[in-house]
């Protein structure tokens, strides 16, 4: 049934009801008189030759008002069940979004954590290696954590430092301020002739050097390590 039948069919309802109280009801408030003496005589003929009839139209409009009632209370229902499931149905987006977001970061990490590794490891000590990626960790992660110095065996010069961290903060969504701040308090020995603004404007720059710049794919977070280390060789 269409919105614009269902109108017509409830106006047609509601009409007869009026015209039965307009019929019934509103003569009885023009008091005793012969109108209202002609008027019982002439409905109580209509009703005595009618009244099976009269009977059955007054419960099919009782039916129908009844139905109409069930099926519109039925109606807000499901109204009020949909809203509760698209709500619930909200959450658990959130929640499986969210989920993914931090399964993404912790890969990530890993694979950061895989790269510093197998990248610096020729460079740096097991010890001064933990520190670096916990720097990078708690950097990221903790407001006014204060950044370790890590000590190199001086063969990374400040060009690796920082294609270093360029690939390093690519994957993180860092700045390239953010970057050059990093490198700079975390290697002062080695950066401690540059300036943060200098770091900042050269962390791409090309030249002779031990770590090249790693570009990460479109939307991930892999390194091409495997590359990385056939260069070095």
Excluded at 113 to 120: E, M, T, V
Excluded at 121 to 145: A, F, R, V
Aim: aromatic share 10%; charged share 25%.
């Amino acid at each position: 049934m269409t919105n614009k039948f269902r109108e017509k069919f409830f106006y047609t309802i509601l009409t007869n009801i009026v015209s039965v109280f307009v019929i019934l009801i509103l003569p009885l408030f023009f008091g005793d008189n012969h109108i209202i003496q002609w008027y019982y005589q002439k409905t109580s003929i209509l009703f005595t030759s009618y009244r099976n009839e009269c009977t059955l139209i007054v419960l099919m409009i009782g039916v129908i008002l009844c139905l109409y009632t069930i099926r519109n209370h039925k109606r807000k229902e499901a109204v009020a069940e949909k809203v509760i499931h698209d709500a619930f149905n909200y959450q658990e987006i959130l929640k499986t979004k969210e989920k993914e977001r931090e399964e993404i970061i912790q890969e990530t990490k890993k694979a950061i954590g895989d790269y510093l590794r197998i990248s610096l490891c020729p460079y740096i000590q097991e010890n001064e290696m933990e520190k670096l990626i916990q720097n990078i960790d708690k950097w990221d992660n903790t407001k006014g954590y204060i950044l370790l110095p890590v000590i190199t065996d001086g063969r990374l010069s400040t060009l690796d430092l920082r294609h270093m961290i360029w690939n390093v903060g690519k994957r993180l969504g860092w700045n390239g301020n953010k970057c050059a701040t990093f490198i700079k308090v975390c290697f002062p020995i080695e950066l401690k002739d540059l300036e943060i603004e200098t770091i900042r404007r050269n962390l791409r720059q090309r030249g002779n050097c031990i770590i090249d710049i790693d570009i990460p794919e479109c939307g991930d977070y892999k390194f091409h390590i495997n590359h990385t280390r056939k260069s070095k060789l």
